[in-house]
């Protein structure tokens, strides 16, 4: 590592957009896809991060080069969803400063937790970019049978921001949780809010945490399936300035 996780970022509390590979055909899905990065890019948004949400592989490669080749000095990051090898693949060959792992401790059962550390070490050792991992992820199994506090302290050796989230896409996530997970991380420890953050409640998300993933809030239906409106994005990047 070379990096560290703020550091990638010309703000002091980054907020990262999800592109969610939405669309009926492939050209469909990457001309939406280059016009929400530059509704995002245009309204202050960090970074955005390229996810098959939607989408597939194929899609993410279209976009993912798209950004090498036409915004290498944007910051992106890359969440290829349940293909932890193929995550870390695509953020080396296409130059994403950070990747997105949904689960870095508690997913697993403690014998499969073994070889998933002697990936994460080989990855990292290989990745110049940074690694943010969550950590009772939303949709995410817990099989570890280890205390929240054991989880976060591994998740912490394995990543270099932690991410929290309450249960579902979109659902805010609970001060309760945000305030649980930081009296137990580091204080220089990078917490990010993964889900459910808004206009209305990022100063007091802020206050906690050091960034922010953002996805439903940005689409006009304030929801997944919806399609990235401009005014929501300078919204909440016009409340997030209010907060430095």
Same mark, same amino acid.
């Given at each position: ?19 969610? *590979? ?21 309204? $202050?948004?960090? !970074? ?32 290829? @969803? ?7 693949? @695509?953020?080396?060959?296409?130059? !994403?400063?950070? %990747?997105?792992?949904?689960?870095? !401790? ?15 070490? *080989?990855?990292?050792?290989? =990745? ?5 991992? $969550? ?26 921001? %932690? ?13 309760? +949780? %945000?305030?649980? =997970? ?21 100063? +007091?998300? =802020?206050?906690?945490?050091? !960034? /922010? ?5 940005? +689409? ?16 909440? %990047?016009?409340?997030?300035? /209010?907060?430095?």
């Amino acid at each position: 590592m070379t990096k560290k996780f703020l550091d990638i970022f010309k703000s002091k509390k980054p907020i990262m957009a999800m592109i969610h *590979l939405k669309g009926e055909t492939d050209e469909e899905i990457f001309e939406r896809a280059k016009k929400e990065i530059n509704i995002y890019y245009e309204n $202050g948004v960090d !970074a955005v991060i390229v996810e098959n949400y939607f989408g597939n592989y194929n899609h993410m490669v279209k976009v993912l080069e798209y950004l090498k080749e036409n915004m290498p000095e944007k910051v992106y990051g890359v969440n290829c @969803l349940d293909n932890d090898t193929m995550n870390f693949e @695509l953020a080396m060959k296409y130059d !994403a400063d950070f %990747i997105q792992l949904d689960s870095v !401790a508690g997913h697993l059962d403690l014998i499969n937790d073994v070889t998933f550390d002697a990936f994460m070490k *080989l990855f990292r050792e290989r =990745f110049n970019g940074c690694v943010m991992g $969550g950590v009772r992820f939303k949709y995410q199994p817990y099989k570890s049978g280890r205390s929240l506090e054991e989880d976060l302290r591994i998740g912490m050796t394995r990543c270099d921001a %932690i991410v929290v989230t309450q249960d579902a896409t979109g659902q805010e996530t609970s001060m309760e +949780k %945000i305030n649980e =997970f930081r009296s137990i991380m580091d204080d220089d420890f990078p917490l990010v809010i993964g889900a459910g953050m808004t206009p209305e409640n990022c100063e +007091k998300q =802020f206050e906690v945490g050091d !960034a /922010a993933i953002v996805g439903s809030y940005f +689409k006009d239906t304030y929801k997944d399936t919806g399609d990235v409106d401009a005014s929501h994005v300078k919204t909440m %990047i016009e409340a997030r300035n /209010a907060c430095l």
